[in-house]
């Protein structure tokens, strides 16, 4: 099941600058429609992704701060697309969206990764915001 859509952050900026005829003028409200589509993956996620409460994962959570996305696709490149054109992380391990920066749950296992996209990162969207965790 896919629970987001590629390059959403992207798409849902031009939507933002649309009226209600289509034409370019801000008239969509941005910061509605994230928050809206952050929490219906998140919330679809967790429906089809369960573990049992036993399973213990360790890595660390990213916050991702989505207003300071450049969209420029250095990350998507340098990670082989595991982070998206916007700098977005893969929907799969979303934990929570705070109506700007959007926290992700990265296993041990591809933090690696990860920094990847931080070290190219020429906006600064994305950072490490624990060091190791076990949940």
């Not at 031009?14 to 003028?25: I, L």
Request: hydrophobic share 40%; with cysteine.
């Amino acid at each position: 099941m896919q629970c987001a859509e590629y390059n959403f952050l992207y798409r849902a900026l031009q939507e933002s600058f649309k009226n209600k005829n289509g034409n370019p003028a801000f008239g969509g409200d941005y910061a509605y429609l994230m928050q809206a589509y952050f929490e219906e993956a998140i919330q679809a996620r967790v429906k089809y992704h369960h573990m049992p409460s036993w399973t213990k994962l360790q890595g660390k959570i990213l916050v991702f701060d989505v207003h300071s996305s450049m969209f420029d696709c250095l990350g998507e490149k340098e990670t082989g697309g595991f982070i998206d054109g916007c700098d977005t992380p893969p929907p799969e391990f979303w934990i929570h969206f705070d109506g700007k920066n959007l926290y992700s749950f990265i296993p041990n296992e591809l933090t690696n990764i990860v920094d990847l996209a931080i070290d190219i990162s020429m906006s600064g969207s994305l950072e490490w915001y624990t060091d190791v965790i076990e949940i």
